[in-house]
Nanobody
Framework: QVQLVESGGGLVQAGGSLRLSCAASGTIFSINVMAWYRQTPGKQRELVAAITSAGSTNYADSVKGRFTISRDNAKNTVYLQMNSLKPEDTAVYYC?????????WGQGTQVTVSS
């Protein structure tokens, strides 16, 4: 089993920055893709950014140029640096990890951007 612990959410003013972290622990064979999703009430969870084990990245159009995803394979940790935050970035952010043993989700961390 794999456990994911997220941290770094909070309240920030528009234009500010936050850095989210997600650390994986437990029985980990091989982590392929690590990703961040977000969800607001009444809407489907959407992909924000993803990164493969080789370092290839993919971003939602709405965050390109503002958010940066990175990972530390030695620590089984993925980060999301969020700059120039906008009120529309307000959501619960979830970490998702795809391993050879299955797919795992974090518990979510709230990000609130005030105008």
């Amino acid at each position: 089993q794999v456990q994911l612990v997220e941290s770094g959410g909070g309240l920030v003013q528009a234009g500010g920055s936050l850095r989210l972290s997600c650390a994986a622990s437990g029985t980990i064979f091989s982590i392929n893709v690590m990703a961040w999703y977000r969800q607001t009430p009444g809407k489907q969870r959407e992909l924000v950014a993803a990164i493969t084990s080789a370092g290839s990245t993919n971003y939602a159009d709405s965050v390109k140029g503002r958010f940066t995803i990175s990972r530390d394979n030695a620590k089984n940790t993925v980060y999301l640096q969020m700059n120039s935050l906008k009120p529309e970035d307000t959501a619960v952010y979830y970490c998702k990890v795809l391993t050879t043993g299955g797919v795992y989700w974090g518990q979510g961390t709230q990000v609130t951007v005030s105008s």
